[in-house]
């Protein structure tokens, strides 16, 4: 400013410029040059910085979600040959312990040898309480978990034993120490009282209760027999008594075969698998009197069996390579039956062996031509099939954190691999698809995240959630949609523009109402109150209109003297006394409408005839987030209508249409874009809103759209399950996926709002 | 008839209804919590009556304040456990907050009206506010202090009761400026030896260095361990001689109860004082309600730390999103080419104000708390690990995310603003040769100041009101602690906060008597509702004027 000041003055006075020299002007010049630059760049990267910041939101949820997708990969570590093993030994187990460090093999010859696995030593040797001139003649193995091993010998008898670990820390380093325990005694016992050598067992140790075990084996002499072990200590000396209580079970059909034998964990069932590809389920709940129930025929020869972990589903592998999952199925007559549940990715050669992992339902397959495949139960997914050998597998052992894994060739080479298999549970389908989970008679939809239960099959069906999100949004725009769009109609074209100055802002403060306090007085006081005044409620619902039709009639016959006297566009004025006395009506007489027509109470009567009822329902949510989303419909639609030019509307009753039909015909064709953005603006704020579904439901996930009943949404799901989870875990992951759905969805419908009402303003302004 | 309904005069009516069914509902929600929230503090009669019990005849004596009273029919009250006689088909029930819950198991019980007797409200009950069991209400026998006993028919018994309730509160202060005050610094300076103990380890200082800090750290422990006997027995004088007066009381049921005045935080006898009296009490409730911490699991007492952390938050989060939301306003509308990749920018930052607040929340948890936190613990914090500093949930994390969530208000309001200017004033700056950000930051910018304030209260309403994503980055039911004290750095953005919002949802719905919090949870939200109404009417009133202003300026 003083530059260009002093350059108009300079002509006139010559003699000395007030100017600054030359180098000043440049050097100022420029640093204005370099402030502006400075700004440019400033500002530039501030907003380039914060949209970053909000694709961040996009990009991060997204990347959080992502490994719930990906399968497993399998590394390989090491091989070497299994230390110490002899020629005529073969080995019947393989496992991996707690933490990775140490394998573990039982041979058919009723040696347990433990082995470390980063160098190949052998770090304890034990040998089973086998008589001298008996023998080994079967093998079996209970639960994972719990470690348990039997041996079957060749005089009917059996020896148990369980392998466990001592840690200590010398200087801080971990050191593990492998023993073995023996919580049925040393000394072998009798299963078969004939004597007879055992040549296929079953076993399994029951946690529940006091510790029992189940054997079950298949003698030489075809039979089956099996027994049920307790022990007793005696408080005096210490000393374990084993008590056996011993049944045959029904003979097999003649002919069979069998080839393996599983016991449940509650003893309850035992299932034998058979050479022509047949399973026989018994049932030995009562061992006095073992029922064979059913046989089912698989198809091919069962090569590999074993149950998931919790010991309900059956996991078995055929000599074609097939997989599937199988378990007991109540139907309606309280019968239990063996039903195929899913298959797996098939093979392309015989499986060989098989384990099931330790906290999920996943399991690991080896085939007879060298794959490793890693299945998971619930989502039916096969998340790796991998070659890592030319021979067949005959050992594969997880350990029970899932990331290293052990397998065993026939020529007993063991290869170590390190394993990445962290979200095994979650599959597309079975997020959207029903799911036939662990004891259900059917195929169904159902979020269930967690329980107390180690073997608890977790239930991620987003379904339910999903179907909560649209019910409560659903009802909310049945409430909020007439009201919103029918009051901005009104203020927009027929209210007088003294009360809408004051209507608008009132309704339009109400939008920044926190949305906890509406959840509350849902919770607290609306949800109550509707309970013990259902007839007010609903005749509200229903009369309300009625009435003010009704108004409208009358206010024909008032005297026109007095109707002149109130001008035009306070209809709505004139209506809130009745509005206020219709509802005190329907509220006093609400007692007397249930004590004449529902015996009293009318939340009875629903109950009575069949409709659940719950008192945090959809009906309350409805009311309480329609109440929210009022304000925003109200006053974008109020925008748009108010904004439509008036020489269309004031064409349309000039030529003689009325009020209503130039509203009709001109206002609301013009308009309606305006109202379609309001409307998915309203259900984007709809389906997001999480306090006021949190506290005005029960939050319990139901699959209906039974307004009495309540419901769990993706976001309140989010506000309870989110602080609860494991950081980086499965669930905490399916959390990060609903969000992003949330995310997705109401950005979509923001995006088409928005669109449409700019190509809205477009229009308004070329009319 | 049909002329009518053709004519449309009905549809008119009808769209004038929902108008006034809203407006209706509006002003009814507001009045509900006014009259509730206002009406929480008003000291209450405390009614006397006896209820006839219809199985034994057997009389007891009900003493207490009524909450309310409504008509049920018959059937809900026999549903109830009620007895009601036949061929009542209505009756009125009457619900009693009798408190004394630690005699009686449950303050509130309900009792139909058929079985009461007439109420009548002695003067002589007086109503105790405790500090743990909730309210007591009973007849005084008589009041002993030092030993002292002082009868009810003592002209200074009034006068002492409340002089003993004044001792013993403020003891309490005292009690509580040195818990808090003294015994907190102490701790604090161990834990800080601790972590300078731990931060040497984890450098790996050995020898010499090592041993003689070694010593420092024995020495100045002995020195606060000391310093800690002697103020814990101080303590313990205080307790004692708080504990010096009691109250003798008799409940509604003959039996009799000594109170401790340690326990006592108000005796009023509300049957027997005036109104202005009950006017001087109120004040002093609202203003207690205002100033003082929660009590008995948030159901009692004031919310101050929530009023605090609320507003902390909310200063906290508007010093990060102005500059930024304001700079990112005059990048879009000033600097960025106006064209497709602009507008799908701008549509899309528009949009997010619509994107739900939860997810917010949860992308606050994840990339703010765990991986942002998760790091600066381990780069700065190591010394503290695993307890983590940042690595949780706390002020800052929150403040961040509701700043996100806040953004795109300012940035709409702010370029609302900079649109509005008129071309010809930036062009008259322009003319004169001024550089761009001369005319930006000298004419278009101040200009424009109004929306920014505009833009910065809506997201000041926005955020205070916002509690779904809190949940998850920050807020907890009972903070120990304000995130602002007189303890370097004086402002502690890792610690937790509580929150209005918050202490609602939490008090409502997560408490374990939740009769006796409702008034408390009505007094609380209308505080929030007074809050956000004001600002969002500042936010109005700014807007209003700025377009007066350029209406004027513009012509």
């Known amino acids: 400013m003083t530059e260009s000041l002093s350059a108009q003055e300079s002509p006139s006075k010559r003699p000395e410029s007030l100017l600054p020299d030359s180098k000043t002007r440049a050097k100022r010049r420029s640093r204005r040059k370099l402030r502006d630059r400075i700004s440019f760049w400033g500002v530039s990267a501030a907003g380039f910085g914060v949209v970053f910041s909000l694709a961040l939101i996009f990009i991060y949820l997204f990347y959080e979600v992502i490994p719930v997708f990906k399968g497993a990969t399998l590394d390989e570590q090491r091989r070497f040959s299994l230390p110490a093993i002899e020629q005529n030994q073969q080995v019947e187990r393989l496992w991996l312990e707690r933490y990775q460090e140490l394998g573990v093999y039982y041979t058919n010859d009723a040696q347990v040898r433990f082995f470390e696995v980063d160098t190949g030593a052998i770090r304890s040797e034990f040998e089973l309480n086998v008589p001298e001139g008996v023998s080994a003649t079967s093998f079996a193995n209970g639960e994972d978990i719990g470690r348990f091993v039997a041996y079957g010998l060749s005089d009917g008898q059996i020896v148990s034993a369980r392998h466990a670990y001592d840690l200590s820390f010398p200087d801080d380093r971990r050191f593990i120490q492998p023993k073995m325990e023996f919580p049925f005694g040393e000394d072998p016992i009798i299963l078969d009282e004939d004597g007879q050598p055992i040549q296929i067992l079953g076993v399994q140790a029951s946690t529940r209760g006091t510790p029992r075990m189940g054997v079950a084996g298949y003698t030489r002499d075809e039979r089956l027999v099996m027994a049920v072990l307790a022990t007793q200590t005696n408080m005096m000396t210490g000393a374990v008594t084993v008590q056996a209580n011993r049944a045959t079970l029904p003979a097999l059909p003649s002919g069979t075969n069998p080839t393996s034998i599983l016991i449940d964990k509650n003893l309850r069932s035992v299932f034998v698998a058979d050479e022509q590809g047949r399973v026989h389920y018994f049932d030995v709940s009562n061992l006095n009197s073992p029922r064979l129930v059913q046989t089912v025929s698989v198809g091919s020869p069962i090569t590999a069996m074993d149950f998931l972990v919790g010991s309900v589903s059956i996991i078995i592998g055929t000599e074609s390579g097939e997989l599937s999952q199988w378990f007991l199925v109540r139907d309606d007559q309280n019968q239990y039956t063996l039903e195929k549940v899913r298959e797996f990715t098939a093979h392309s050669a015989a499986i060989t062996s098989l384990t099931p992992e330790y906290t999920r339902k996943g399991f690991l397959v080896g085939d007879a031509s060298g794959v490793v495949g890693i299945h998971y139960g619930t989502s039916a997914r096969t998340l790796l099939q991998k070659s890592v050998q030319s021979e067949p597998i005959t050992g594969i052992a997880v350990s029970q954190i899932n990331q290293r894994v052990l397998t065993l060739s026939a020529s007993n080479e063991v290869a170590a691999f390190e394993l990445w298999n962290r979200h095994p549970q979650i599959s597309f389908r079975a997020l959207w698809n029903k799911v036939w989970y662990e004891g259900r008679s059917s195929p169904e939809y159902i979020w269930q995240s967690s329980s107390a239960s180690d073997e608890f099959e977790s239930k991620f069906s987003l379904i339910p959630l999903t179907v909560g999100t649209l019910k409560a949004a659903f009802f909310a725009m049945l409430f909020a949609m007439p009201l919103g769009l029918l009051g901005a109609i009104y203020t927009a074209y027929f209210l007088t523009p003294k009360l809408r100055g004051v209507v608008k802002p009132t309704i339009e403060i109400m939008e920044a109402l926190p949305t906890v306090i509406l959840g509350f007085l849902a919770g607290l006081w609306l949800a109550p109150f509707m309970e013990n005044h259902l007839p007010a409620v609903f005749s509200i619902l229903v009369g309300m209109p009625l009435i003010m039709i009704g108004v409208a009639a009358l206010w024909g016959y008032v005297p026109k003297g007095l109707r002149n006297q109130i001008p035009i566009g306070w209809e709505a004025v004139i209506l809130i006394p009745f509005i206020l006395f219709f509802g005190w009506l329907c509220v006093t007489l609400s007692p007397f409408v249930e004590i004449a027509f529902f015996d009293g109470s009318m939340r009875q009567w629903l109950t009575d005839v069949g409709i659940t009822y719950d008192q945090r329902n959809a009906m309350v949510v409805g009311v309480a987030m329609g109440f929210a989303v009022i304000p925003t419909i109200y006053s974008i639609a109020e925008d748009a209508v108010f904004n439509v030019p008036k020489h269309l509307t004031q064409g349309s009753l000039a030529l003689g249409a009325t009020a209503w039909q130039t509203v009709v015909g001109v206002v609301l064709p013009t308009a309606s874009p305006g109202l379609f953005s309001a409307v998915m603006i309203g259900f984007g704020r709809a389906i997001g809103e999480t306090m006021i579904v949190l506290m005005a439901t029960g939050n319990s996930p139901i699959v209906n759209f039974n307004i009495f009943e309540g419901m769990r949404t993706l976001s309140a799901n989010i506000a309870v399950e989110l602080p609860e989870t494991a950081v980086g875990g499965t669930h905490f992951r399916i959390l990060f996926l609903a969000a992003l759905v949330l995310f997705i969805v109401t950005f979509i419908f923001n995006t088409i709002a928005e669109v449409v009402r700019q190509r809205l303003r477009l229009r308004y302004s070329s009319l | ?555």
């Not at chain 2, 006896?50 to 007891?60: A, I």
């Open chain 2, 1 to 555: 008839m049909k002329a009518w309904f053709r004519s449309g005069t009905p549809w008119i009516w009808l769209t004038g209804g929902a108008l006034a069914l809203s407006l209706v509902m509006v002003i009814g929600l507001l009045s509900l919590i006014a009259v509730r929230g206002f009406g929480h503090f008003w000291p209450s009669l405390v009614a006397e009556t006896v209820v006839t019990n219809h199985d034994t005849g057997e009389q007891t004596l009900v003493l207490g304040e009524i909450t309310r009273t409504e008509q049920v029919p018959a059937a809900v009250a026999r549903d109830a456990g009620q007895f009601v006689p036949e061929g009542i088909e209505l009756v009125e029930r009457v619900l009693f907050k009798r408190g004394n819950r630690d005699q009686f198991g449950q303050d509130f019980v309900w009792h139909l009206g058929l079985t009461l007797d007439e109420m009548s409200f002695p003067p002589e009950v007086l109503a105790i506010e405790r500090r743990e069991w909730g309210n007591f209400y009973g007849y005084p026998i008589y009041l002993e202090i030092d030993g002292e006993r002082i009868e009810t028919d003592d002209p200074r018994f009034r006068d002492l009761t409340q002089a003993a309730v004044d001792r013993s509160l403020d003891y309490r202060q005292r009690i509580r400026r040195i818990e808090r005050t003294d015994i907190g610094r102490t701790s604090r300076e161990l834990e800080n030896i601790r972590l300078e103990e731990r931060g040497m380890q984890l450098r790996g200082v050995t020898g010499p260095d090592l041993e003689e800090a070694q010593e420092r750290f024995a020495r100045q422990r002995a020195l606060l361990e000391a310093e800690f006997l002697e103020l814990r027995s101080e303590l313990d004088a205080l307790y004692a001689s708080q504990r010096r007066d009691l109250l003798h009381m008799r409940m509604s049921d003959e039996r009799e109860l000594t109170i401790g005045f340690d326990n006592i935080v108000r005796v009023t006898s509300p049957n027997d004082i005036t109104v202005l009296a009950k006017i001087v009490e109120y004040f002093d409730r609202v203003g207690e309600f205002l100033t003082e911490g929660p009590r008995e699991a948030n159901t009692e007492g004031g919310i101050f730390p929530a009023i605090f952390g609320t507003v902390t938050m909310v200063l906290v989060m508007s010093i990060m999103v102005t500059p930024f939301g304001v700079l990112a306003a005059i990048y879009l509308r000033e600097y960025a080419k106006q064209g497709t990749v602009t507008r799908i920018i701008r549509v899309s930052v528009y949009n997010l104000a619509g994107v739900p607040s939860i997810v917010f929340g949860v992308f606050g948890l994840g990339f703010f708390v765990y991986f942002l936190g998760g790091n600066i613990d381990q780069l700065f914090y190591q010394a503290a690990l695993p307890s983590p500093t940042f690595g949780t949930p706390g002020l800052f994390w929150a403040s961040l995310t509701l700043a996100l969530l806040t953004l795109p208000v300012v940035i709409v309001s702010t370029e609302e603003g900079l649109a509005r200017i008129p071309t010809t004033i930036r062009q008259g700056s322009l003319a004169l040769g001024a550089t761009k950000s001369e005319t930006l930051w000298k004419v278009v910018v101040p200009l424009a100041t109004p929306a920014m304030m505009t833009g910065l209260i809506l997201a000041i309403a926005r955020a205070a009101g916002e509690v779904a994503p809190l949940m998850l980055v920050g807020v907890v039911k009972l903070a120990p602690t304000l995130p602002i004290d007189g303890e370097f750095p004086f402002i502690h953005l890792e610690r937790k906060i509580m929150h209005l919002g918050f202490h609602i949802y939490d008090v409502g719905f997560q408490s374990p008597n939740v009769e006796a919090a409702r008034p408390l949870v009505y007094a609380t939200a209308l505080t929030l509702v007074l809050l956000i109404i004001v600002l969002n009417l500042t936010a109005i009133a700014i807007r209003n004027r700025l377009r007066e202003k350029y209406r004027s300026d513009s012509d």
